[in-house]
């Protein structure tokens, strides 16, 4: 049962860790808690909307800030290459003045400033790919509608920073822009300019939020959660988990399998103590309850053991992991890594809920004492005069 809790435990602490803090980031950094767009044109500038908004989102319990945001694609070409990125206009100050973009997104290299009005921020897988770094220049290939014509249109670009969230699947692509130069670069009634919300509030309180957030927006606005934004990212996570946890179940079941075997072997030797017993007055519900107590022992010894080891393993994992990495490479001469950095986070989180937890060890434990239910029921059924007998 030890064994077998061990795997349940260390994948369902990092599965839930490595859930929340992608989501954290893609939240944070990419979706925001909701996201608004105008449904009526205005003659107001940038600032004077935000100021509004400010305002009117103000008496919203939770509310932290909002920041414009515009978003393209471009096909972006240096010497060493072409790339098509996401490119993402933005108020420069996003990252410093917002709590949640500030923990995740860095620089790696570089600063995250745009000294001027043609400075962007890389992201590192896509800064690899095209062979630029901090003070090199980036064309960016984009096209403009006017009327039926569409016409291309190459801006070239400076890279201030490259910068990562620590989640390449998340930030391979991205390009940061001054939006004034996305307003330039992209026809806003094919990619208007949006404000993303951030909240103070626990993430499942979001809808609440979101409620407050429309009334105070009214009519004119249309606002969305990052449950609807990201929902089919969000629900593949939540259906990946799902599958390990069942995955790693059938692994304790196999424990409990091997818990009824061990039992069936101790009725077996233990026939003869049990006729005596029997033989005594000892009824059926006292042999019986004899040995689902024996299985219940186990089980919980097993359980016990099984939760100390598993949640030792989860916290040291990364230093597993490491050491693991530095084992390969060294017997086979070269660069080893155990988890891709292109499809996990850099490093490996974990997140001990004791709700889990808790169901996990009761299940474990229920499972032993099921598994010595048959046995048990054998024993309690067993004939003294036949055993006796034999002897």
């Known amino acids: 049962m030890?064994?077998?809790?061990?795997?349940?435990?260390?994948?369902?602490?990092?599965?839930?860790?490595?859930?929340?803090?992608?989501?954290?980031?893609?939240?944070?950094?990419?979706?925001?808690?909701?996201?608004?767009?105008?449904?009526?044109v205005t003659a107001d500038t940038q600032a004077q909307t935000r100021s509004k908004l400010r305002a009117e989102l103000g008496a919203v319990p939770g509310f932290r800030s909002v920041w414009p945001e515009q978003q393209g694609f471009a096909l972006a070409y240096s010497r060493a290459g072409r790339l098509g990125l996401s490119v993402r206009g933005i108020d420069p100050s996003w990252p410093a003045g917002d709590p949640g973009a500030a923990r995740y997104l860095k620089a790696v290299q570089g600063k995250l400033t745009m000294p001027e009005a043609g400075s962007v921020w890389l992201g590192r897988e896509a800064a690899r790919k095209l062979g630029v770094g901090p003070g090199d220049e980036l064309k960016l290939l984009t096209t403009r509608t006017r009327g039926t014509l569409t016409f291309p249109r190459v801006t070239p670009v400076r890279v201030a920073a490259v910068v990562s969230v620590g989640y390449q699947e998340l930030d391979r692509l991205w390009l940061f822009a001054p939006l004034d130069l996305t307003e330039s670069l992209f026809d806003p009634g094919e990619e208007p300019v949006f404000w993303g919300i951030k909240a103070d509030v626990p993430l499942e309180k979001t809808p609440e939020f979101l409620q407050g957030a429309r009334r105070a927006l009214g009519?004119?606005?249309?606002?969305?959660?990052?449950?609807?934004?990201?929902?089919?990212?969000?629900?593949?996570?939540?259906?990946?988990?799902?599958?390990?946890a069942?995955?790693?179940s059938l692994i304790l079941l196999v424990a409990a399998v091997n818990v009824s075997t061990a039992m069936v072997t101790t009725v077996g030797e233990r026939r003869r103590e049990t006729a005596i017993l029997k033989a005594l007055g000892a009824s059926d519900?006292?042999?019986?309850?004899?040995?689902?107590?024996?299985?219940?022992?186990?089980?919980?010894?097993?359980?016990?053991a099984g939760l100390g080891i598993g949640l030792v393993v989860a916290w040291g994992m990364n230093g597993l992991v490491t050491g693991v990495d530095a084992v390969v490479s060294l017997i086979t001469g070269?660069?080893?890594?155990?988890?891709?950095?292109?499809?996990?986070?850099?490093?490996?989180?974990?997140?001990?809920?004791?709700?889990?937890?808790?169901?996990?060890?009761a299940g474990s434990v229920l499972l032993a004492v099921l598994a010595s239910w048959f046995p048990a029921r054998r024993a309690a059924r067993e004939r003294p005069i036949e055993v006796l007998r034999r002897v």
């Open 219 to 244: 009519p004119n606005w249309q606002a969305v959660s990052w449950q609807s934004t990201g929902r089919s990212q969000f629900l593949n996570y939540q259906a990946t988990r799902a599958m390990l």
């Open 334 to 361: 070269g660069s080893f890594r155990l988890l891709d950095s292109a499809y996990y986070l850099e490093t490996i989180p974990v997140r001990f809920d004791p709700v889990v937890l808790g169901a996990a060890c």
């Open 246 to 248: 069942i995955v790693m």
């Open 285 to 304: 519900s006292l042999i019986r309850r004899q040995f689902l107590v024996l299985g219940l022992g186990a089980g919980v010894a097993g359980t016990l």
């Open 2 to 40: 030890a064994l077998g809790l061990v795997p349940l435990i260390v994948v369902l602490s990092i599965a839930d860790g490595m859930i929340d803090s992608i989501s954290a980031r893609t939240i944070e950094t990419a979706l925001y808690h909701v996201q608004a767009w105008p449904l009526t």
